[in-house]
């Protein structure tokens, strides 16, 4: 820590801060090594733990990104969910952003040809992940998430035939053409 001196060439005298002992040699719960400083919103807290499932904190868990694309006609905007997640509760998001994407990706043609797909692809492989994992044991009180319908039981889902129907004719017409 660099310890503020006078101003050269000035009567004016800037006082000498020093930390307080407790804030440079205590590690508070493992944040960070002694003699470190810790800023002051993180005393007290612990590090975030990954032991269960973001939604349940059931056990087993698997960390995988999920997307949703919603396509905006010359843009789109993207969401991504990025947390450890158990069976039962990953399943229900995979289905919900899937969906999601199925009827509101396909509008721009960026989201067409590029985004969409690879949200699709992204979270079909998410999907097997989270099927490879055994059946979750959520803690007393704790419920997982419902995973609802399958995604091609969802009417939401057939709303990508409308776009997918006019790219099938554009393609047809520029290879006619």
Same mark, same amino acid.
């Given at each position: ?74 843009? +789109? ?12 509760? +990953? ?11 199925l009827w509101q990706g396909w509008? +721009? ?46 009417p939401q889902a057939y709303i ?18």
């Open positions: 820590m660099t310890t503020p001196t006078p101003h050269s060439g000035d009567d004016e005298f800037v006082p000498e801060y020093v930390a307080p002992a407790w804030y440079t040699t205590q590690p508070w719960n493992g944040i960070a090594a002694a003699n470190t400083p810790i800023p002051w919103h993180a005393l007290g807290r612990t590090a975030p733990s990954e032991s269960g499932c973001h939604s349940c904190q059931a056990h087993p868990v698997t960390r995988t990104e999920i997307r949703s694309h919603t396509g905006l006609i010359l843009w +789109g905007q993207t969401r991504t969910v990025n947390q450890p997640l158990c069976r039962q509760c +990953g399943i229900a998001l995979v289905r919900t952003m899937t969906t999601r994407t509008w +721009g043609l960026l989201s067409l040809f590029f985004h969409t797909p690879a949200a699709l692809l992204q979270n079909r492989a998410a999907h097997r992940q989270f099927t490879a994992l055994p059946a979750p044991t959520p803690p007393p009180g704790r419920k997982s998430l419902k995973p609802g319908k399958p995604v091609l039981l969802r990508a035939l409308i776009p997918l129907a006019g790219a099938a004719v554009l393609i047809a017409l520029l290879v006619a053409g």
